[in-house]
Structure formats: structure tokens, C-alpha cells
């Protein structure tokens, strides 16, 4: 795609972008992948590594992220008749990935991402504290980075979509995109306590009883059940 289309296309997604900023809007992202691949995105579950990898196919730098918006499109209507792709994880560390990278003490970035939550979410807050307090919110306005996949998938169809684990992304790269791509997934289980993982199942397991169903599913259909 040249420059100005995906100028524009990279512009017009950031609006997108601003305005799911306001409690209860989340659109869905769809990224087109080879052979008429279309990858449900569920954020912090390998985004990062789908976007990689979608560069690396069409010859950019994996630095020029911006790029990858020519690949992305937002729509708050998903096609119930198409076979998507959708990459999962277990809520609870789809969560803490979440808290990891845009709550904690070790977050990115300069401005707080969760600022239109403040005071119910601050900076710096504990693991715990984050899953007491994204119970608070009611469940259709959390963000999209901690909401449950009854949103973020409503409307496609379940008998239809691919579900994949996240644990297996690097190998499932490779052969849908027929390149190396490495999983860009920094967190891992052993970073939960069994105290916040008893938390969540105590006020948040209900909310995401989709969610780990799903994945439990992608597990079984992907041979990898040494992972429940």
C-alpha cells in the first residue's frame, strides 16, 4: 500500500483510537492477513507479534509500526459469517499482562493509559488492587485491554472462528505467514500469586467465564492440552 493510503488509513484508525477512550466504546479490530486471513484482535493476546509479522510479509521494518494500520481496520459490526482468526489466553494473565504494561511501577509509556478511569484505577497500584478495582467497573465499560471477550467478539460466529492459544503463536506464524516471526509475550504464570488468582476468581472469574471457556477450547482443538 504507497504512503498517502496509508497515511490516511493510519489517521483515520487513531480517531477510532480516541474514541474508545470513553467508557463503553470498544470497536473491534480486524487485521488482514495471506489467503484471505482475517485475524480477530483480542488486545494483549500476541497484537504485537500478529503486527510483526504482517510487516515482515509486506517487506517493512517491524519499527515502522505505523505501517501496520494499512492492515487494520476498526468496525463496531463484526461479519457473524466470517471464519475468523482469534489468538487467546487465559483471562487472568490477559489481565495482568494489562496491569504489567500500562498500570504497574514497570509501565510504558509517559501519560497514564487508563486516565479516564482515575481514581478507580491509578498509577503504580498492585496486581490486587487493579482486580479489585476493575470489578467496580461495570463490565460493558471497562477498556478493551481488560474487558471480557463478550464485547470485544459479539457478533461473530463461535462454530466458525479459529480459536489459537497464545503459546503456540510463534509456530502458527510461521505457517500462516510462512515467515520466522518470534512471539513478543513477556508475561508468563509464574508472575501470579495464588492470592490474585484466587481474587480473580473470587469477584472477576463470572465476568470472563466466556473467556476462559474459549480458551480452553482453542487449547483442545490446538492438541496443546498440556496447558490447562
Known amino acids: ?21 470513553i467508557p463503553g466504546i470498544n470497536f473491534c479490530q480486524i487485521l488482514h492477513g495471506p489467503d484471505d486471513l482475517q485475524f480477530l484482535l483480542i488486545p494483549k493476546c500476541g ?10 510479509y509486506h517487506d517493512n521494518p517491524v519499527t515502522a509500526k505505523w505501517r501496520a ?8 459490526k463484526i461479519d457473524e459469517k466470517n471464519p ?5 489466553r487465559p483471562p487472568l494473565e490477559r489481565i495482568h499482562s494489562c ?5 504497574s511501577s514497570e509501565r510504558s509509556g509517559t501519560i497514564f493509559y487508563f486516565w479516564q478511569y482515575y481514581p478507580i484505577i491509578r498509577p503504580d497500584m498492585g496486581f490486587g488492587e487493579f482486580l479489585s ?18 464485547y470485544l467478539i459479539n457478533g461473530a460466529d463461535i462454530n466458525l472462528c479459529q480459536f489459537v492459544p497464545l503459546a503456540s ?27 490474585n488468582a484466587r481474587i480473580f476468581e473470587q469477584i472477576l472469574g463470572a465476568d470472563y467465564a466466556l473467556d476462559t471457556q474459549l480458551y480452553q477450547k482453542a487449547v483442545v482443538t490446538s492438541g496443546h492440552t498440556e496447558l490447562l
Open 69 to 76: 494500520w494499512s492492515y487494520i481496520h476498526y468496525t463496531a
Open 169 to 195: 503463536l510463534e509456530s502458527k506464524l510461521h505457517n500462516w505467514f510462512g515467515i520466522v516471526v518470534a512471539s513478543a509475550n513477556k508475561t508468563t504464570k509464574t508472575e501470579i500469586s495464588d492470592v
Open 99 to 103: 496491569w504489567k504494561q500500562k498500570v
Open 47 to 56: 497484537t504485537r507479534s500478529l503486527r510483526n509479522a504482517v510487516l515482515k
Open 133 to 150: 478495582a476493575v470489578a467496580k467497573i461495570p463490565a460493558p465499560l471497562r477498556e478493551k485491554h481488560f474487558i471480557s471477550l463478550k
Open 1 to 21: 500500500m504507497d504512503l498517502l493510503a496509508t497515511s490516511i488509513s493510519f489517521f483515520g484508525n487513531l480517531i477510532f483510537r480516541l474514541l474508545e477512550k
Open 84 to 88: 475468523y482468526v482469534v489468538v487467546l
